[in-house]
């Protein structure tokens, strides 16, 4: 399977943004995708993830109800809605794939195959 993410940015705190991961070669039905971000100097941080197939979320402690992880299956992608920016989530965001994960690891970048490119998100204050 084939990640592309999109949807990164310059916002102002407080503001919203979207990103996308479309999946392309083969379905993410039974995938766990998720969202990991990395900021210059630090390590890549798991943000959010889906299990596809049963719309099951996870998230980080510090996206603390700012976020949302959905599906649209249609479309063979996942979305991470991002509201109440702060200038702290600045950063490169990724979208991460595995067909093959146990739940227990889904904050693991290592446990997934696929990556899509990153996106940019700055916030600024």
């Known amino acids: 399977v084939q990640l592309q993410a999109s949807g990164g940015g310059l916002v102002q705190a407080g503001g919203s943004l979207r990103l996308s991961c479309a999946a392309s070669?083969?379905?993410?039905?039974?995938?766990?995708i998720s969202w990991f971000r990395q900021a210059p100097g630090k390590e890549r941080e798991f943000v959010a993830g889906?299990?596809?197939?049963?719309?099951?979320?996870y998230y980080a402690d510090f996206v603390e109800g700012r976020f949302t992880v959905a599906k649209d299956n249609a479309r063979n992608t996942v979305y991470l809605q991002m509201s109440s920016l702060k200038p702290e989530d600045t950063a490169v965001y990724s979208c991460?794939?595995?067909?093959?994960?146990?739940?227990?690891?889904?904050?693991?970048?290592?446990?997934?195959?696929?990556w899509g490119q990153g996106t940019q998100v700055t916030v600024s204050s």
């Open positions: 070669g083969a379905t993410i039905r039974n995938y766990y």
């Open positions: 991460a794939g595995s067909s093959s994960l146990i739940t227990s690891a889904v904050r693991n970048p290592r446990q997934y195959y696929y």
């Open positions: 889906i299990r596809v197939s049963s719309g099951h979320t």
